[in-house]
């Protein structure tokens, strides 16, 4: 095993998915205390051991069917390059540590890592095949982690972050059954059972309705009088321009170039996405710091 395939094993990269814990703090204003710093960054640790411990655990489960799959074939437990045993193994031994660094930052924090390890758990062992169950179950992994940031850091998470959060991950979520279907007709087979109840049709109109649902309530988070009194500016609805564009270049990715299989991928790769949540969180920052 080489530390490229352990790296890969662990899905490393996948880890930016954890900084969801950092929202909450982010929107509240604290986040310039170094203790908070510090704490986050343990947390995100926890959680990204945890998370890890469920991907090893979904690709041992999946290794057979990932075989088939033109880009999963490579991860180390379907090419071999890892042993199931040793896969396992692994997993084990992140999960304990993570939890075991939860355990010594707070109790509710633990508690939250132990409902995504359990809600993952029975999704990884079957809830996955239950169509539209399976896109709620993962969207709502999102929900967590900025609720275990909140209690993290004794941040208060309001109605409308938990909303859009939601409808975020609900739409990468769908994006990403699209581009298994797309997969599906290349290779002739089933990438994953929940995929024989969707079509394109159905989840291209999802799609659509999430998308324009997510502005909608991202508007109406920086139009509203509680947010604005509490964040101390009037001029968040600002920062909507970068949600459009950041909206409009992730349409333009499912439907134009057809590859929204990765969402982490494309936030880290591709550099309109990249620009444009740079802009969000450099207006946003100046709007509700200074």
Known sequence: MTIKDFLELIRVRQWVKNLFLVIPTFFAGTILSIDIIKTLTLGILSFSFV???????????????????????????????????????????????????????????????????????????????????????????????????????????????????????????????????????????QVRKASAYYNTEFVNSVITLLSATILVAYMMYTLSEEVTQRLGSEYLFTTTIFVVAGILRYLQIIFVEKRSGSPTEIFLTDKFIVLTILGWIISFYFLIYY
Do not use: C
């Open 51 to 189: 998370a890890s411990g469920i991907y090893i655990l979904n690709d041992f489960k999946d290794r057979e069917a990932d075989r088939i799959h033109p880009k999963k074939k490579s991860r180390p437990l379907a090419s071999g390059a890892i042993s199931p045993t040793s896969g396992l193994t692994i997993s084990g031994i992140l999960t304990s540590i993570g939890l075991g660094i939860a355990a010594l930052l707070n109790e509710n924090f633990l508690w939250f890592i132990l409902l995504y390890l359990i809600i993952n758990i029975a999704y990884t062992s079957g809830l996955k095949n239950i169509s539209i169950l399976d896109l709620l179950l993962v969207s709502i992994g999102f929900i967590i982690r900025i609720y275990a940031g909140g209690v993290l850091t004794n941040v208060t998470i309001s109605h409308w972050l938990a909303i859009m959060v939601f409808l975020l991950a609900l739409f990468l979520v769908v994006a990403k059954r699209k581009d298994d279907l797309i997969v599906q007709e290349s290779i002739g087979g």
